[in-house]
């Protein structure tokens, strides 16, 4: 199975605790014969690397300096993450089981791949902008709602790591049940779900 994995931040770049659990993550995910990518940001350290763990990491930058909020540094960072990726599925003889968005950053990337090269994605919530913005109902959150939406609606599976999460993007979004996970990293059980999780959509993609 060879995996690409988006978030917005992974080592050394550490924002909060997400950049640690995709490196657990992708790490794992080798160690169980995964061939695994990371596609993520860095505003310097650019450029594709294999680390010691075996995990394949290309950093992008933001060809637009120049912000006025997370908005356009998303949706312009975006197309850096697309070519990424695009790039690693052309290197790999057009093969790449799914793609796995952390986050709704990367959203309009794993769609647009989604549609262009017919790579399913899995969509992994950590936070909803409900929760983040103390009024949601703005037009800036809901924009971002918005991503949120898209992504959720066209994933192939919405994975959580709780319950809580899982009930409240049914709530929120109007998400059927049976399309969100509960994938949770204390769990003994946690990679073997994940791999689990990652056979459903490549399987279900390819018709199995």
Partial sequence: MRVIIFSWEYPPRVVGQLADYIKALSTQLVKNK????????????TGAVEEANGVRVARVANPVRAHIGVLTWDLTLNQEVERAAASIYYNADEKVDLINVYDWHFIPAAVTLKNALKIPFVYSVESLENHRSPDPNTPYSMSIKSIEWLGLYESEKV???SEWMRDEIVRIHNVPEEKVKVVSPSADS???DVLELYKTVAGGANGK
């Fill in 159 to 161: 994975s959580v790591k």
């Fill in 34 to 45: 995964v061939e695994t990518y990371v596609v993520t940001y860095h505003d310097s350290l």
């Fill in 190 to 192: 946690w990679i073997k």
